[in-house]
Structure formats: C-alpha cells, structure tokens
T-cell receptor
Framework: DGGITQSPKYLFRKEGQNVTLSCEQN?????MYWYRQDPGQGLRLIYYSQIVNDFQKGDIAEGYSVSREKKESFPLTVTSAQKNPTAFYLCASRVSPGEPTEAFFGQGTRLTVV | AQKITQTQPGMFVQEKEAVTLDCTYD???????LFWYKQPSSGEMIFLIY??????QNATEGRYSLNFQKARKSANLVISASQLGDSAMYFC?????????????FGKGTKLTVNP
C-alpha cells in the first residue's frame, strides 16, 4: 500500500544531541513538508521541498536541518541549537505544487528531550 | 504574508446537530487552495475537504461542506448531523505560491466536542 512512513514513533533525546527523524513516501509525490505541533499552536511549517535536491525554510526553521537527496525521502535533523525540541513532528507529501490535491501525512514522531 | 486564522479554540455541539467551524485566510496570491483536516486523539491527520480559489461552487463531501466566501476570505467548515466520532481537532490549511515555491500552512485548530 502507498503511504508515508515516519520513524520512530517515539524518540528520546538528551540535551545537546542531534537527532534525525525519518520520513519516507512511496506515493511518487514531488512535494514534502515537515511540521511541528505543540498544544494550542496548530501545525507550524519547519521545512518544505518541491523537488529533489531543493528545499526551503518554513516559518520555524531555526535549529533544524533537512536533506532531499531522493524523491521518496525527506529526513529532518533536530540539532542541539533547537532550544525546545520536545514536540510532535509530522511529515506530509503532495503530488506536486499547484495541484488541487490533498497532503498525505505520516503517523508522526513524538520527540522528548530528557 | 500567508496566514490562516481559526478563532474558535473549542466548540461544543449536540449529537445530530450541525456545527460551523470558522476559518479566515490572508493571501495576495490569486491562485490558492483551502483544506480542512481532522485530527483525532490518535494524532493522525485525516483529509476532509478541499476548495480551490477558482471553484465556482462550494465543496461538499458527505456530511462536510465548505462555506467559501472569497470576498471575505473565509472558508468555514460545516458538519451536518454531528456524530460522537466527530469529536477531534479540526485544522484549516491553505496552499499558495510565494516566490516561486508553494507553501502549505495551517491554522491553530478548533477542538470540537460532540455531546450525546
């Protein structure tokens, strides 16, 4: 079945460590997105990518980095520079920019700093 | 700048009644699209309905309809005949182009509670 897979589902990180969240899709979608969700804040856009080897900063990119070396993969690294990384992270993909189609979401990764 | 505003942090509705969830948006791009998603307590995001900026008619999907008022920049979600399973967070979202790239931005959401 086609879809988006995020792993792991739960992740614990010590302060000062970098950690990478995985996002893989087999939908052949061009556009991919990373969001952070905090209680009462909705989904805030971290990074997005429309084609391989290209990505743009979203509204809260500081302390995060991404890569898009393959169409199906868009990993997110939470660096030690991110002051408050504890949150629920969602990855999404869409067919391509400009298309009137919905975004498909992964199941999310809940990151906790310990 | 692109922005989605959902002014209702929480809403309550009786089972079998209709409810309207508000969404206003801000964009200078003439071509854009509006989405509504449902997020149950499990965390998954469920797509409900889509409205394009050039669509002449309001979108409908089963019990969901979108009251699109372009001049007012509003895209309210109407849920008819509410069910207990409709209790969840609801998010309004917009896609539009900015500087040649397309963003997909979300509002802060509305928590809907359906009472028996």
């Amino acid at each position: 079945d086609g879809g988006i897979t995020q792993s792991p589902k739960y992740l614990f990180r010590k302060e000062g460590q970098n950690v990478t969240l995985s996002c893989e899709q087999n939908l052949n979608h061009d556009a991919m997105y990373w969001y952070r969700q905090d209680p009462g804040q909705g989904l805030r856009l971290i990074y997005y990518s429309q084609i391989v080897n290209d990505f743009q900063k979203g509204d809260i990119a500081e302390g995060y980095s991404v890569s898009r070396e393959k169409k199906e993969s868009f990993p997110l690294t939470v660096t030690s520079a991110q002051k408050n990384p504890t949150a629920f992270y969602l990855c999404a993909s869409r067919v391509s920019p400009g298309e009137p189609t919905e975004a498909f979401f992964g199941q999310g990764t809940r990151l906790t700093v310990v | 700048a692109q922005k989605i505003t959902q002014t209702q942090p929480g809403m309550f509705v009786q089972e079998k009644e209709a409810v309207t969830l508000d969404c206003t948006y801000d964009t200078s791009d003439p071509s854009y699209g509006l989405f509504w998603y449902k997020q149950p307590s499990s965390g998954e995001m469920i797509f409900l309905i889509y409205q394009g900026s050039y669509d002449q008619q309001n979108a409908t999907e089963g019990r969901y309809s979108l009251n699109f008022q372009k001049a007012r920049k509003s895209a309210n979600l109407v849920i008819s005949a509410s069910q207990l399973g409709d209790s969840a967070m609801y998010f309004c979202a917009m896609r539009n182009s900015q500087g040649g790239s397309e963003k997909l931005v979300f509002g802060k959401g509305t928590k809907l509670t359906v009472n028996p």
